[in-house]
């Protein structure tokens, strides 16, 4: 593969937003996420992300310590703002003196917390924009939907925000479908964001809602949080990963054993086991967009290099007769990761 092919990605589009049909997810660059990094190798990741053509960026208010996720992310986007489509996420930064509202999720910690009421909405965005070193979001998700507000009262927030130029587009994250009908009727949502890959399979009544609104779908940890790369042998205390079942140790080597067929595959046709989970994801349907997380650069490159691979249907039936046997050890998370 040429460095022009990787340079330039195919586009897909997500509502009415046109982004890479791979994009680049900043979680992993901020401490404690998957263990330790520093500013300079998170901010070279960026840099290459964005210079391979991850035009694409997703982020978070709740990522890291006091948006040290979107200021490194506005530290990268210097000089080139125009060029590169900014997504980020609130809710988790409860201001003081706020409730926090509790929702279980399947990790080791039991539940998170939001605040998503509309009154809190301008402020995540004032400090999302100061962070981001920038005057308009892109896309603009409420991070998880607020257990104790209707998700209409969130959206309409945003509206107004869109309304005033602050944000260019609302997104949603980890919501279910009746809740992106709902929001959709307060406000055109672009893009819906979900857990989606080989070994979490995607909400069909979800996905069904999207296509019959025209909202596009962002796959979050579409290499199942590194799993599907097949290079996960153990993770370390300090790593978000310690909370979530199927990383348990016995869990992840079971995992690991049921998973090895995905290796031969990958092998048989000249790929990396985590480009085949990055192409399949893409084959699903033409308004996915993955946007799976890197610290290093080769990483990087191989991710995005899968936008250009396409894989015959017999392929794909191979893929799916052996996912279709496949019960990952560790159970279902409610929501996933953060
Ligand atoms: N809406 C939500 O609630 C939510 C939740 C979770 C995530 N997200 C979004 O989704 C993005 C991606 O999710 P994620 O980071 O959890 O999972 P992911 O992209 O599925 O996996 C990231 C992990 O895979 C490893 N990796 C990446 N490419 C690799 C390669 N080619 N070979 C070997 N290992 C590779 C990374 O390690 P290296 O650094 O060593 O490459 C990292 O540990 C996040 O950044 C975030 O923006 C959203």
Excluded: C
Excluded at 22 to 40: C, R, T
Excluded at 126 to 133: D, F, K, P, T, Y
Excluded at 245 to 261: G, H, I, M, S, V
Aim: aromatic share 6%; hydrophobic share 45%.
């Amino acid at each position: 593969m040429t460095k022009k092919q990787i340079d330039t990605l195919p586009t897909r589009r997500l509502g009415e937003l046109e982004v890479p049909a791979i994009g680049f997810g900043a979680m992993v660059l901020s401490p404690g996420m998957y263990g330790e990094i520093d500013d300079d190798r998170a901010l070279n990741a960026l840099r290459h992300a964005f210079d391979h053509g991850a035009a694409f960026v997703d982020t978070s208010d709740g990522y890291g310590a006091d948006g040290h996720n979107e200021r490194l992310v506005g530290r990268a986007l210097k000089g080139r703002r125009e060029q590169i489509t900014v997504a980020t996420k609130f809710g988790f930064r409860i201001p003081e003196g706020a409730e926090a509202h509790t929702f279980p999720v399947g990790f080791a910690f039991g539940e998170l917390a939001v605040n998503a009421e509309p009154r809190y909405v301008r402020g995540y965005a004032e400090a999302s924009l100061r962070n981001l070193g920038t005057d308009v979001i892109d896309l603009y998700y409420p991070h998880f939907p607020d257990p104790q507000v209707p998700i209409e009262d969130t959206v309409g927030a945003v509206a107004e925000l869109v309304e005033d130029g602050l944000v260019r587009h609302l997104g949603l994250s980890n919501v279910t479908a009746d809740q992106l009908r709902r929001a959709h009727a307060v406000h055109p949502v672009q893009a819906v964001q979900a857990e989606w890959s080989m070994w979490r399979p995607v909400d069909a009544d979800l996905l069904a809602v999207a296509r019959e609104l025209g909202v596009g779908v962002v796959a979050w940890s579409p290499l199942g949080a590194g799993f599907l790369t097949g290079t996960v042998r153990s993770v370390r205390d300090g790593d978000f990963r310690r909370n979530n079942p199927r990383f348990a140790d016995a869990n992840l080597a079971a995992n690991n054993d049921a998973y090895t067929a995905l290796r031969a595959i990958a092998a048989d046709l000249g790929i990396t086991q985590g480009q085949l989970a990055l192409a399949w994801l893409l084959h699903q349907a033409p308004d996915v967009v993955p946007i799976p997380g890197s610290r290093t650069p080769a990483h990087i490159e191989e991710n995005l290099q899968a936008a250009h691979i396409g894989l015959h249907p017999d392929t794909l039936a191979r893929i799916d007769e052996v996912l279709a046997r496949l019960e990952p050890a560790g159970g279902t998370l409610l929501g996933g990761n953060a």
